[in-house]
């Protein structure tokens, strides 16, 4: 299928029958590199957008919104996140927003292909500012081998990945999650995005992802928000943890007005963290092992 059409990018295949539009003013960039296929586009509504094989990954317009919430949900809910870990998130994003969690001490960001990382420095530096922070160290390799050299070292695993396709496809399988069990820590928190609830395939991948987290995690729970630049305007996280005293819905970390304010947040807040968990019934009936 050709993706750009008489001045449009349309993603479709992850929405089968229908599609998300963004019409583009230019091609800012476009290359295959030895994983995927990325393009860099400047669009009329959305600002710039980063596009891995034909999926859309972040906008100038919502990212925060995302970077937010995969971000803070899972910081905010575990009662000392001092040691984090990202996999994926070579654009920046999550490693900007963790370290604005005061009991954040470290973030290690790990994303295979280096070309992602290189192309964000250049065209999306408000997102790659997190890079240079000194709690955060970026490491270019695979995640799964990153994890079998660091275990039970992390209070917080994040998977920031696009969809199971391509350099992916390994972090939506039960090895993977097997994998995310031994790097945590005793009690900590994982937290996977999962695509989105309307969508059947990922309501499909959201019950093999709880299933294989609910045979190594005692609580598994499901997130979701809204953001306009992704398929039905709706984006997901899995969410797992060992830790029995962990309650999802009730932030053990409460950023204050003041601090909201200060860190410049403008989608996550307390309100915000509790209501996202609170599914609808057609999703909770369809993925049968989120347990709270």
């Not at 859309?56 to 809910?77: A, H, K, V």
């Not at 001092?82 to 996999?87: K, N, P, Q």
Request: negative net charge.
């Amino acid at each position: 299928m050709d993706y750009l059409q008489q001045g449009w990018f349309t993603e479709s295949d992850t929405w089968p029958g229908a599609g998300i539009s963004l019409q583009v003013e230019k091609i800012l960039h476009k290359e295959k590199s030895q994983y995927q296929e990325i393009m860099v586009l400047q669009t009329k509504s959305f600002g710039k957008a980063l596009v891995l094989d034909n999926i859309i990954q972040c906008t100038e317009y919502d990212e925060f919104s995302y970077q937010e919430m995969i971000s803070f949900l899972p910081l905010c809910s575990h009662p000392n996140p001092e040691r984090v870990l990202v996999v994926g998130g070579g654009d920046g994003g999550v490693a900007r927003e963790a370290v604005k969690h005061p009991q954040v001490r470290s973030v290690d960001v790990v994303e295979i292909d280096e070309r992602v990382v290189k192309l964000s420095e250049k065209y999306l530096p408000f997102m790659t500012c997190g890079f240079q922070h000194e709690k955060v160290t970026l490491h270019i390799e695979d995640g799964f081998e990153f994890m079998k050299n660091n275990v039970q070292q992390f209070d917080i695993i994040i998977t920031d990945s696009s969809d199971p396709v391509g350099p992916n496809e390994t972090l939506f399988q039960k090895t993977y999650i097997e994998s995310l069990k031994k790097s945590l820590k005793p009690g900590g928190i994982i937290c996977s995005q999962a695509g989105s609830i309307w969508i059947k395939e990922d309501q499909d991948t959201m019950i093999r992802l709880s299933k294989d987290c609910s045979a190594n995690f005692k609580k598994v729970t499901l997130a979701t928000m809204s953001i306009a630049s992704y398929p039905t305007g709706n984006i997901s996280f899995i969410m797992a943890t060992d830790n029995e005293l962990v309650n999802f819905k009730v932030p053990a970390y409460n950023f204050t007005t003041e601090e909201l304010d200060k860190h410049k947040l403008k989608y996550y807040s307390p309100d915000v963290h509790s209501a996202a968990f609170s599914i609808p019934r057609f999703a909770r009936k369809a993925i049968p092992h989120i347990n709270c």
